[in-house]
C-alpha cells in the first residue's frame, strides 16, 4: 500500500513538474499573455494531467512570479510592469559586472574557459538581421545562444555559487521581458553584439572591460525593452504573419 501510494505522488509530482515547465515556457515566451486568466480545469484539460499537479503548478508560477492572485478562485498571468523591469535591471548591473569581472579572471588562468568565450564572441560577431530571418518565429536559434553564453558565465562562477544561484534567480523573468523584443531584429543584432563584446573581454581577461561592456549591454537592452513595453490594455502577444 506504502509503496503505491509513493509510485502515485512520483506520478503526481512528474505531471506538476511538466504542467510547471509548460506554463512557465508558455508564459515566458508570451503564449500566455499577461492578463491572461488561468483556470485549473481548462489548463489540466489543455495540459493533459489532473487539477492537482496544476494547481501545483500554479503554486509554484505564484511563487516565481509568474503569477498573480486576483482575488478569490482567480489567477492571471502576472503583469510586466516598468517599474519592475527597472528594479530587476538594478539588480542585473550589480549581478552581471561582478559575474563578468570573475570569469574574465577566471579566463585569464584557464585557457578552456579563454577558449569557451572566443568561440562564443565568434559566433554572436556572425548574428546579423539578415542571418535572424533565417530563425524561426521566435527566435529560439538566437535566444539558445544567449543561453549557451549564460551557461559559459556559470561555469566560469563555480568559486562564487552564491553569485551564480542569484544570477540564475532573476533569468526567468529577464527572459520573459527580453523577448518582447523578439519581433526587432535590428536590436537582436546589436545585442549579439554587445554579448560578443563581453565575451571578447572576459576571453582576453580584461574585468573592467568585460564590466563595462555589460553595463553598456544592460542600458542598451533596458531602453529597447520599456520601448517594447506593451501599453495598459494592449498585453496581447503581436501575431506574426
Excluded: C, W
Amino acid at each position: 500500500m506504502a509503496a503505491d501510494a509513493a509510485v502515485q505522488r512520483a506520478t503526481a509530482l512528474t505531471s506538476a513538474d511538466r504542467a510547471f515547465e509548460t506554463l512557465r515556457t508558455q508564459i515566458v515566451e508570451g503564449e500566455l499573455a499577461p492578463g491572461a486568466p488561468l483556470a485549473e480545469v481548462e489548463q489540466a484539460t489543455r495540459l493533459g494531467v489532473s487539477r492537482t499537479p496544476v494547481r501545483e503548478a500554479f503554486a509554484r508560477l505564484i511563487a516565481a512570479g509568474l503569477a498573480t492572485e486576483r482575488g478569490p478562485r482567480t489567477l492571471v498571468v502576472s503583469d510586466i510592469d516598468a517599474d519592475d523591469v527597472t528594479a530587476l535591471f538594478d539588480l542585473r548591473r550589480a549581478l552581471d559586472e561582478q559575474a563578468a569581472r570573475l570569469a574574465a579572471a577566471r579566463a585569464a588562468s584557464d585557457a578552456p574557459t579563454a577558449a569557451a568565450f572566443t568561440t562564443l564572441a565568434d559566433r554572436f560577431r556572425a548574428v546579423t538581421s539578415a542571418t535572424l530571418q533565417a530563425d524561426d518565429a521566435q527566435r529560439h536559434g538566437y535566444y539558445a545562444l544567449v543561453a549557451e553564453f549564460d551557461a559559459a558565465l556559470d561555469a566560469a562562477l563555480t568559486s562564487s555559487p552564491y553569485l551564480a544561484s542569484a544570477i540564475a534567480s532573476t533569468r526567468v523573468h529577464l527572459a520573459r521581458v527580453r523577448r518582447l523584443a523578439r519581433d526587432d531584429d535590428a536590436r537582436l543584432a546589436a545585442s549579439a553584439a554587445e554579448h560578443g563584446a563581453i565575451a571578447r573581454a572576459i576571453a582576453d581577461g580584461d574585468g573592467e572591460r568585460a564590466a563595462a561592456a555589460t553595463r553598456l549591454h544592460l542600458h542598451e537592452a533596458l531602453t529597447s525593452i520599456h520601448a517594447h513595453l506593451p501599453r495598459s490594455g494592449a498585453n496581447r502577444p503581436k501575431e506574426r504573419a
